[in-house]
């Protein structure tokens, strides 16, 4: 079809030299393009072997038992990642278990009840949150978050909740929950505007079917909505999971560089990213540094496999809901 | 036929209005989330534009940091530092992100582009951190810092965000125009970059911005890779300059007042840069996706 359009407006020389043009063009293009997206995939590879490379001489000097080592002592290069792990897995798990329902609350405040003229405009600002350099949300969070829970909600939660083993301990201006709250403004964002997305794609029919047999909307929340979008909720989690564990510079600046394994949520402490953020200029020997960045590999394998996992879930989830493609 | 009196009164039972007790609680908890979260934003604007705005003065945009003990000085290094590397990540992450749009949405087989699409997707979760560590130990272990090996690693950061963006627009571009652009004979390299492409430019543009305001308030990729800095202003790339950002967290962690004011500033600065042009960006794509989708 093309040959009888060129055949219209050209001589047989220009069709002949244009073909040629089309074809290197068509196979040069598509070379091009291919060649970015490989390039994509390399980069991811090259960063996961980067990584264990400059890891390798810890890796293979303190093997597997580093993992499970505490303490980090750079005097006699005894150094363990477990005090970092406990700490950050601390960290993000509080932050994700305020952070959860809150979101899925605004979720369904967004989807299902705002005046239709807010709508937009509320969720562009729960959005814009998410816009805040952490560097910036760090900085508010070491110079006005901290000194008030420092103050005023540490000493409240301590003197009503003490013997809650993590409400245990004076209260301070750095500490984990000034992490875990920074943490929860970062994760908020992120997994609510994913749940709004989630709830405005049920079926309007299962949601007006539910109301027409009487039921109040919150029934319909708990029974059509929720188990409907069971499954994206909890990808949306694991992606906040993510987003929590890799987080280095905000939980930097207001956790205190701590050390130790306890409960209590005033104590200092510290997470794998944050130690690699505050330590790796200091780092002098060779061994010290590669046990940083054996942190890094430990966060990158866990950042890995929760990306992937949330990944897998949300390609599921969608391809169930649209019948396949 | 006896009526039951109980049966149809119209006063709610005690079953009813505890149902509706329970609506009522739980829509109200849902407002009130959604109200934290907008109080939160603006608390923490409010916080740095009350501190960081007084700080603002001639002086803070034009002149570098005074040495300790000394008051004025500015952050022109800073600035300036920030920038270069912003610019050059850009230059390297549009053309490739843009290449790797196309491919994923013009060319690719359905199974490698969904492959390519994964790999976007786990490249934009991982942590900002581990970047900037692999970019150390690929181009700062031996040879030293520099500001293009900060935009390097930024440009990393940005690659996913553009990608996507752009694929996402493509997919708004209508078949008919790719359609009718082929039955007129143009072959498809011609029908990407002449009809494609520039249909898409204004979404390929937003989603550039976005990717930009996320960019300039990175830190921890800088952190190894441009942050040992002179105090001076330098526009030349292959040396090592200061950043807005890693400038902010290192006066965050003095416990000198003077510097937690300067670190006030500058976060008012990239605070009101990145709100300003995100917000901008999100509203030219809802009139660009509207207009693209008629």
Redesign the interface.
Known sequence: ??A???AITSTPALRARRRLG??F??V???G??????A???A??V??AW??F??AHPAISKYGFAFVTRQGWDAIHSRFGALDLIWGTLLTSFLALLIAT??SI??G???S???PRGAR?V?A??????A??????????G???LGPFVGQDLGPWLHRHLGFIPLFDGTPQNAGILVAVLVLT?MI??IT?SICRELFLGVPTELEEGALALGA????M?RGVILPYTRTGVGAAVI?GF??A?????AV??VIGAGYGIHWSLFATGDTL?SK??EQ??SATTKIQTASL?YL?AI??VI??L???L??VIV?RFSHQRTGGS | MAVDAARFSLTPSPRTRR??L??VL??A??????L???A??A???G??AQRGASALSWDFFTKTAVTFGQSGGGVANALVGSLVIVALATAMAVP?GI??A???S???PPR?A???R??????N???????G??VF??LV?GSGQAAWKGSFALA?IM??LI?RATQEVLALVPSSLREGA?????????T??GVVLPTSLGGILTGTVLAI??A?????PL??TT??AANAVTWDPRQPVLSI?YD??IL??SADPAD?AR??AL?FV??SF??VT??TA?LLL?RYRKKLEG
């Open positions: 079809m093309s009888r359009v060129n089309d074809r063009g068509d040069f293009l598509h091009l393009t291919g060649a970015a997206a390039a994509a995939g980069l991811l090259a960063i980067k990584i490379d400059i329902p809150v609350a605004i369904l405040y967004l299902e009840l705002a937009t509320i562009s600002l729960v959005e814009l949150l816009a805040i350099p952490s560097v910036v949300l760090g900085l508010w070491i110079l006005v403004i908020v964002p609510s109040t909307r919150w029934e929340v992606l993510g987003r564990v890799g987080e280095a510079i930097t600046q990213a690699l953020a790796y200029q960045v890094a966060l990158l950042s890995l929760v990306n992937l949330a990944q390609r | 149902r509706k329970i609506n739980m829509q908890l849902a407002t009130l989330a959604a934290a979260a907008v939160v934003l608390l923490v604007i916080s740095v490739v290449l790797i196309l491919y994923v013009e060319f690719a490698i969904d492959l390519s994964l790999v976007l997707d786990v490249l979760g991982l942590p900002s951190i581990i970047i560590i692999f130990g690929l272990i990393i690659l996913p990608a082929l039955a007129l004979g143009a072959s498809r390299w011609r990407v970059l305001a996320r300039a308030g990175e830190t921890a952190l190894f942050s040992i950002p902010i967290f965050s962690e937690h670190a006030w976060g990239l605070i990145v709100l995100s917000l999100r809802v």
